[in-house]
């Protein structure tokens, strides 16, 4: 009768777990019904249930609260499997909510890497925020906290830099940064050009100009390219850029009541000491000079063309608290809070966030604390190419940059907001805004084409960014790399390491600093190169995973954020296409892959240099 009654239960227990659900991708946690006859010391037999030893899967437990420490309730858990297969955002999967005490518990998990992601419901008060590479092992339990960056109210006004520097007086030094000084006053300090008084004529004949100083004030003369003594003078009220890795600086005049930007450019990075004229170059000529080299105005206050003004075009990216209007001549007016990139163009607007006294992070973006795509969307503001999204009432005039127009209100991008409802990535013809070089064309380049597009025109760092393994696979942010708050190394984009010693990248990649002796040779294992602390050639990470690609002020002179390797026959099947199609091979119709960065006189572009590199031990 005990045998029959214990079979019995086993019966109802088998039929239990063949109807339990089982967890996709994971074994769910079972019973195990085997009879087993053990021999007590009476010499009886018995039959009983045994605890499964087997630890299949695992869990993740953990905690949400704001970056105050306070729990916070109803955020969903999603996660996402991590393999190199898998795009960061592509497949998150909803797993949990939090409870009162900001609490999750995710189980039966496979072992393996995923990213957990944590998401209000609404973007009103808190942002989404991520954790990557969250290792789950059988039978173990991973926790994990995470918190949850305040957003920027929505009714809250900009205050200005002056107000944040006032309680964070341990950032003034940001003051001395690129993003601080993009707009200034021309000055003796802030002029990179010589303003020399010499008459000038751009090398591709688009532009005649004189730069001088009169009276203290910086002064540009354009002159009619058929009739010289046809000129208009106008004085410089702002410069555009100018710091030294830049590379350029560009010079505001007013007319009317918009800004515009002279046609010249000074590439003050490349200038020749022994001739610093020379580094004049012309910028959009066709703004104030016709196709048949007329000059558009001669008088200094009639503007060249009103849909090219600096506040439509440029003023999103180069103010903070965006606020411009057209009047009712068509001209765009600045009603922006600050020139510069300054706090609040990262943080959001800060008006709340201080009348209720600052502290504990309320009603203000922190970055550190967002997702990934978020977190770098703060960055990609700018460093992209774009043009504005159109409200439901479509939009009276075009900007380009990330703004929702619905009719001729503007509504810019706030920092913690999702970067795709303000922007298009084509014009209205359908055209792609961003510049590419279109190497990943197989229809084109066959089977030599790259496995990634990369970017031909400047500021699109952060379009590059997003195809990158460093986005994708391991959740970096342009700030890891980058300093927000202060110059960074000397020299550099405001990195916090130097990248000419490899410094940058082997605070992560400690495993590929190695240096082996070979042939007499000291070279780094990984690259295979002659090693050098300060040659830019294959012994530098950066002169292979990021060749410069793109243009600012000369071609290839901005680096590619894609992180790959471009190689050399995809260079050599762009030039033979060229060929193929009366086209002048040049530096700016070949792209530059990894090896022509220092061997730019091979005729092959690379290819055989690289073959001899692939092949060596």
């Known amino acids: 009768m005990l045998i029959r009654k214990h079979l019995s239960m086993l019966s109802v227990l ?29 010499g009886s037999n018995s039959i009983f249930l045994q605890k499964s030893t087997s630890k299949e899967t695992g ?24 393999t190199e297969e898998t795009a960061y955002g592509s497949a998150f999967e909803d797993m949990a909510t939090t409870n009162k005490k900001g609490k999750f518990k995710i189980k039966n998990l496979a072992p393996g890497k995923y990213i957990v992601r944590a998401t209000p419901l ?100 354009l002159y009619d390219l058929t009739n010289e003594a046809i000129s208009v003078t106008y004085t410089v009220v702002r410069t555009h850029g100018g710091v030294s890795f830049a590379g350029k600086q560009r010079y505001h005049v007013k007319t009317g009541d918009s800004h515009y930007i002279l046609p010249i450019q000074y590439n003050n990075r490349n200038a020749d000491q022994s001739n610093p004229d020379a580094a004049w170059v012309s910028y959009e000529a066709s703004t104030w000079y016709n196709n048949d080299g007329t000059l558009i105005t001669t008088d200094e206050d009639t503007p060249p063309n009103k849909e090219k003004s600096f506040e439509q075009n440029c003023e999103g990216c180069h103010v903070t608290g965006l606020d411009i209007t057209q009047n009712v001549n068509g ?64 939009a009276d005039f075009e900007t380009e940059y990330p703004s929702i127009i619905n009719g001729d209100e503007i509504t810019p991008f706030i920092p913690g907001k999702v ?27 066959g089977e030599n084409a790259s496995e990634n597009n990369h970017s031909k025109k400047h500021r699109q760092q952060y379009q590059d960014f997003i195809k990158s393994h460093h986005y994708n696979y391991a959740g970096q942010k342009c700030y890891q790399c980058h300093e927000p708050h202060v110059t960074g190394e000397a020299g550099t984009p405001q990195l916090r390491k130097r990248s000419d010693n490899n410094k940058i990248c082997i605070t992560c990649h400690d495993d590929f600093a190695e240096t082996i002796e070979k042939d007499g040779e000291v070279q780094n ?93």
């Open 59 to 82: 869990k993740i437990v953990g905690k949400v609260t704001s970056t105050d420490g306070q729990p916070l309730t109803d955020i969903t858990i999603s996660i996402q499997t991590l």
């Open 14 to 42: 088998i039929a239990i777990v063949v109807s339990f659900p089982m967890v996709s991708g994971a074994s769910a946690f079972v019973y195990q019904m085997t009879p087993m006859a053990l021999s007590s010391a009476n």
């Open 525 to 617: 294992r990984h690259a295979k190169h002659e090693f050098s602390s300060s040659s830019p050639g294959g012994s530098l990470c950066t002169g292979c995973h990021m060749p410069k690609t793109a243009k600012s002020a000369v071609n290839n002179d901005i680096s590619s954020h894609v992180f790959d390797i471009i190689k050399p026959y995809a260079s050599k099947a762009m030039a033979d296409n060229n060929t193929a199609n009366g086209i002048q091979n040049s530096s700016g119709t070949v792209i530059t892959n990894s090896c022509a960065g220092c061997h730019s006189t091979d005729t092959d572009y690379g290819v055989e240099r690289w073959y001899e590199w692939e092949e060596k031990d």
């Open 331 to 394: 001209e765009f007016v600045s009603n922006s809070k600050e020139l510069g990139i300054s706090c609040e163009s990262c943080h959001g607007p800060g008006e709340l966030h201080v009348s209720e006294g600052g502290g504990k992070a309320r009603h203000i973006v922190n970055p550190k604390y967002l997702a990934s795509d978020r977190g770098n969307e703060v960055c990609g503001q700018c460093h992209v190419r774009v043009k504005n999204k159109d409200g439901e009432n479509s």
């Open 122 to 221: 609404s973007d009103e008060f808190y942002l989404p925020n991520d954790k990557f590479s969250v290792k789950v092992k059988s039978g173990k339990k991973k926790s994990v906290k995470i918190k949850l960056s305040s957003s920027s109210h929505p009714d809250s006004e900009y205050v200005g830099s002056t107000v944040c520097l006032g309680c964070h007086p341990d950032n003034k030094d940001w003051q001395e940064t690129a993003h601080a000084k993009t707009i200034q006053t021309p000055a003796s300090d802030t002029v990179v050009a010589p303003f020399s008084g010499n008459f000038m004529t751009t090398d591709d004949g688009k532009v005649a100009f004189r730069a001088f100083i009169s009276g203290g004030d910086y002064k540009v003369t």
């Open 419 to 445: 970067l795709a409802d303000y922007i298009e990535e084509t014009d209205a013809d359908g055209n792609p805004t961003a510049g590419y070089w279109n190497d990943n064309d197989a229809g084109s380049l």
